[in-house]
């Protein structure tokens, strides 16, 4: 796996006298480089892949071998597709974003799995998401993912509460009041085909009002059940 070589890059490099001199002979930072690069690094990723590995069979036990597609795990395509995620897992510092990672890689194997879209797509499109992000979407399909496209779209003003908004994000998930971070994220997601501004085309535009796609939608109910 990509990973075995890479910690094996790490663990030859540790072993080479040039390569710590060099680094340790940075100004006041090469000692600490020199532990992080290294010492550091190493133990990291080896407890990250640990992480992967016992997680995946809990989380296997607890499916049941009948919800497990055991012919896709002999493809060529489920091959790439964990050797990709497997390299993204132990790479990413973010312990909740591993854990949302961990749980793709194994719906994708699920027996129930089926989308008109193509696996390497969706986690494509997965990866490309903050932990912030993946809430939202979650949110926002167990708010009004039950709703078609068109139904969400002819809604009345006076119904705009089935749909989300900014100011309910902050006071579900704490965040800070009119944080432009925050609001970018939404912005980004609206991007990705993901959200869809629902006031666009109303009478009195107001801004952070939105609502889940058929390809957010497809994200969750994919990639990102429980």
Aim: net charge negative; hydrophobic share 40%.
């Amino acid at each position: 796996m990509p990973n075995d070589k890479i910690l094996q890059a790490y663990k030859s490099a540790a072993n080479s006298s040039l390569v710590h001199a060099t680094i340790q002979g940075i100004p006041w930072v090469g000692g600490s480089l020199d532990a992080l690069l290294f010492a550091k690094a190493v133990k990291w990723k080896e407890q990250r892949i640990q992480e992967l590995l016992d997680g995946l069979r809990h989380d296997v036990e607890v499916l049941g071998e009948e919800k497990i597609n055991k012919d896709f795990f002999d493809t060529e395509e489920a091959l790439s597709l964990f050797e990709r995620l497997f390299a993204e897992i132990v790479k990413e510092h973010d312990s909740n974003k591993r854990g949302v990672l961990r749980r793709a890689l194994l719906n994708v194997g699920r027996a129930d799995f089926e989308s008109s879209l193509d696996r390497d797509f969706l986690l494509e499109t997965l990866l490309s998401l903050s932990v912030d992000q993946v809430k939202i979407l979650k949110y926002c399909f167990d708010k009004h993912g039950h709703l078609g496209y068109d139904e969400l779209r002819n809604l009345k003003g006076s119904e705009k509460d089935v749909v989300a908004s900014y100011g309910e994000l902050e006071k579900v998930f704490g965040w800070p009041q009119g944080s432009y971070e925050k609001k970018g994220l939404i912005d980004d997601l609206q991007s990705k085909g993901l959200l869809f501004d629902w006031w666009t085309g109303r009478l009195d535009y107001t801004p952070f009002w939105f609502a889940i796609t058929d390809f957010g939608k497809e994200i969750v109910k994919t990639l990102l059940k429980d």
